[in-house]
């Protein structure tokens, strides 16, 4: 049901084609709507989940957005000096609910928490849960203030990925995800 919403609305917004306006990619599971103008408050709702396809299916589709693939979106996105959505809320409410889904956690993930009890798939879930291809661990070493056992734990973890035919280093701390699903 959600995929065929998806499927309708990508398809509008891809000028009648399921695939992205700027270089043909038609794989849905790395397409995503794009707010033209860029709007940080609607691309989170993209972001979580069928709420704005919905509501733009249901208002007849209004014009100011374009379907792209995730590079094509990330690319518009750096170009444009925008960020599509705040990525530190977006990866604090993600950390939330994967700990919620746990149930290892009730309350508000805090870096204390982090460094006490992140595991190897909680580091995977974390790479899972980036919205780009790439990724530094400087920057997540600096969003989730790891302190140095966890920044190990996670190398270990992108080591493993690695192994996996996951993950593939690109430079020193840099990654690229090979699939969108990473699961340890
Ligand atoms: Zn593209």
Redesign the pocket.
């Known amino acids: 049901m959600e995929n065929d919403l998806k499927t309708i609305v990508l398809t509008h917004y891809g000028n009648g084609k399921l ?7 038609s794989d849905i599971r790395a ?1 995503c709507l794009d707010h033209i103008d860029g709007d940080n408050k609607l691309n989170v709702a993209k972001r979580a989940g069928g709420a704005l396809y919905r509501l733009l299916k249901n208002s007849n589709f209004p014009n100011g957005y374009q379907t ?6 990330f ?1 518009k996105a750096t170009e444009n000096k925008e960020r599509k959505f705040n990525p530190e809320v977006y990866e604090q409410q993600k950390i939330t609910r994967m700990l919620k889904e746990k149930s290892i956690y009730k309350e508000q993930m805090t870096p204390e928490v982090i460094n006490e009890y992140a595991g190897m798939d909680f580091f995977a879930r974390y790479i899972n849960s980036l919205s780009w291809y790439h990724f530094d661990l400087r920057d997540i070493y600096r969003k989730l203030k790891l302190n140095d056992t966890k920044k190990i734990l996670l190398r270990a973890t992108c080591l493993k990925l690695i192994r996996q035919g996951k993950l593939k280093r690109v430079g020193k701390g840099k990654y690229e995800r090979l699939v969108m699903g990473i699961n340890i």
Do not use: A, P, R, Y
Request: proline share 0%; hydrophobic share 40%.
């Open positions: 695939e992205c306006v700027k270089c043909g990619f397409l792209l693939c995730f590079n094509c979106n690319i």
